[in-house]
Nanobody, 123 residues
Framework: QVQLVESGGGLVQAGGSLRLSCVAS????????MGWFRQVSGKEREFVAY????????YYTDSVKGRFTISRDNAKNTVYLQMNSLKPEDTAVYYC????????????????WGQGTQVTVSS
């Protein structure tokens, strides 16, 4: 079992920044691709970014490229999402997920999820 806990969300003005953290317990994260997804009410969970097991590769959805950075520190069992130049359309609940390395942009392929953290960007 992997337990994931997100933190760092909040209310920020457009153009501002937030850093989300996802801390894992139960198992080390080194064997998992880690992803960030976001979800608004009534819509499916949307892929945002993932990072490979060793941190060597990252991938982002087009809407956040150049603004968001995913990183990981396996020694700390922690994954981060640095969000800069935030826009109102980034408003969502953000979820951290752990994946064994397949179908990495699809929410259904993830084995574990955190509880989510709310990010609200005001205009």
């Amino acid at each position: 079992q992997v337990q994931l806990v997100e933190s760092g969300g909040g209310l920020v003005q457009a153009g501002g920044s937030l850093r989300l953290s996802c801390v894992a317990s139960g198992r080390t994260l080194s064997n998992y691709v880690m992803g960030w997804f976001r979800q608004v009410s009534g819509k499916e969970r949307e892929f945002v970014a993932y990072i490979s097991e060793n941190g060597g590769s990252t991938y982002y959805t087009d809407s956040v490229k150049g603004r968001f950075t995913i990183s990981r520190d396996n020694a700390k069992n922690t994954v981060y999402l640095q969000m800069n130049s935030l826009k109102p359309e980034d408003t969502a609940v953000y979820y951290c997920g752990a994946n064994r390395g397949h179908s990495r942009t699809y929410a259904w392929s993830y084995d574990y999820w955190g509880q989510g953290t709310q990010v609200t960007v005001s205009s």
